[in-house]
C-alpha cells in the first residue's frame, strides 16, 4: 500500500496514526480573552473563569503564544518545578505531537501548558479576572 505523497505513520503505545499531511508550524503570536488560535492539532481559546476553577490563571491582558522549543520548565502550584516535556510525557502525548502544543507566556515567563498544567502565580489580587486555556484536541 503506497502512501500519499506528504502522508506519514507513526506507532507510538502501540496505537498506529495516520496524517495525511505535515503539520503547519505554530507562529509566535498573541491571544487575548475570547480568541481562538487553530493550530496544527487542536484548537487554543482563552475564555473568561471563576477563580477557583481548575487551571484558571490570573487575567493581565493578553498572553504570547509560542511553540515548543525544548528545555521549558514551569512551576506548578502543587508539582515544584517540572519539565514540559514530563507533563507531556505523563499525558501521553504523542512525541511528534509535542513541538505543536502551543505555550502561554506572560512576561516571557512560562504560565499554562494548555490542557497540562497552569503555573503557580504569585502577586494575585481580590477582584482580579481569571481566564483558562481550553485547548480542544482534533479527533
Known sequence: MALPHDAVLHCYQRVLYYEPEAPV????GKLDLGEHLQCAYGVLQLVEADPEAPMAMPYRGPVQVRARA????????TAGTVSVKQLMQQACMPPWQRAYLPLL????????????????????VPGDRY???????NS
Open 25 to 28: 508550524p505554530l507562529l509566535p
Open 105 to 124: 507566556y506572560v512576561n516571557d515567563v512560562l504560565v499554562c501548558v494548555p490542557g497540562l498544567a497552569v503555573a503557580k502565580v504569585d502577586g494575585a
Open 70 to 77: 525544548g528545555g521549558e520548565r514551569l512551576t506548578s502550584p
Open 131 to 137: 481566564c483558562r486555556a481550553v485547548w480542544r484536541a
